[in-house]
T-cell receptor
C-alpha cells in the first residue's frame, strides 16, 4: 500500500535549469496538492487540483507549473530554477466524505538551487 | 478567511514532562481540525483530528479538544518521550468545501531530552 509516492527524494539544480517533480497516489483520491516547506513558514500551497483535468493556483504559484496527467499523477515543474526555490516540496492527496477530510503526504523532495 | 496560528518554537522538554502546544484558528465555516507530525527526514503524518465542537482527538498519548468558544485546538501529552521529538503542525479543513484543502500553522519543533 504505497500511498503517495514522490520522486526524486533529493535534487540539486543550477540556477536557470528546469526539472519536474513527480507525484503519484494509489488511493483513488480526487484532490491533489503541492506544498513547499521552508523554515519558520510552515507549509505553503503552491498549486492544487480538485479533480483530473483541473488545476488552480495556491498561495505561492510564481515560478511553477503543474500538470494533472490523470487521476493518479500530479507533477510540478520548475521552468527556470532560482535560489529562492530551494525548499522541501511535498505532494499530498486527500479524500472528502460526509464532511470529513483526510490528507496523505509523500516523503518530500529536498531541492537545492545553487 | 481560513488561518491557523500555533505557538512559536522550538520547545525543549525533559523526558516525562508535560507538553502543551497551543493552536488557535480562524475559519469562515465549520472546520475540521488536525494535528500532523513530521519526524526528521519524513513527510507529514496525521496524528489526530476532531470534526466538530467539543470532540476530543487522541492518538499515541496525545490529545486535543476542539473548542469552538475559544477557537482553539491545543495539543497535550502527559509524559513525553525522546521518540516524540518532531515538528508538529496544526491544520484546519473547511467542511463546507469538497476540495479537502488543509490550512497549516507554521509548525512547532519539539525536542525531548533523556
Amino acid at each position: 500500500n504505497a500511498g503517495v509516492t514522490q520522486t526524486p527524494k533529493f535534487q540539486v539544480l543550477k540556477t536557470g535549469q528546469s526539472m519536474t517533480l513527480q507525484c503519484a497516489q494509489d488511493m483513488n483520491h480526487n484532490s491533489m496538492y503541492w506544498y513547499r516547506q521552508d523554515p519558520g513558514m510552515g507549509l505553503r500551497l503552491i498549486y492544487y487540483s480538485a479533480s483530473e483535468g483541473t488545476t488552480d493556483k495556491g498561495e505561492v504559484p510564481n515560478g511553477y507549473n503543474v500538470s494533472r496527467l490523470n487521476k493518479r499523477e500530479f507533477s510540478l515543474r520548475l521552468e527556470s530554477a532560482a535560489p529562492s526555490q530551494t525548499s522541501v516540496y511535498f505532494c499530498a492527496s486527500s479524500t472528502f466524505s460526509k464532511g470529513d477530510t483526510e490528507a496523505f503526504f509523500g516523503q518530500g523532495t529536498r531541492l537545492t538551487v545553487v | 478567511g481560513n488561518s491557523v496560528t500555533q505557538m512559536e518554537g522550538p520547545v525543549t522538554l525533559s523526558e516525562e514532562a508535560f507538553l502543551t502546544i497551543n493552536c488557535t484558528y480562524t475559519a469562515t465555516g465549520y472546520p475540521s481540525l488536525f494535528w500532523y507530525v513530521q519526524y526528521p527526514g519524513e513527510g507529514l503524518q496525521l496524528l489526530l483530528k476532531a470534526t466538530k465542537a467539543d470532540d476530543k482527538g487522541s492518538n499515541k498519548g496525545f490529545e486535543a479538544t476542539y473548542r469552538k468558544e475559544t477557537t482553539s485546538f491545543h495539543l497535550e501529552k502527559g509524559s513525553v518521550q525522546v521518540s516524540d521529538s518532531a515538528v508538529y503542525f496544526c491544520a484546519l479543513a473547511d467542511r463546507g468545501s469538497t476540495l479537502g484543502r488543509l490550512y497549516f500553522g507554521r509548525g512547532t519543533q519539539l525536542t525531548v531530552w533523556p
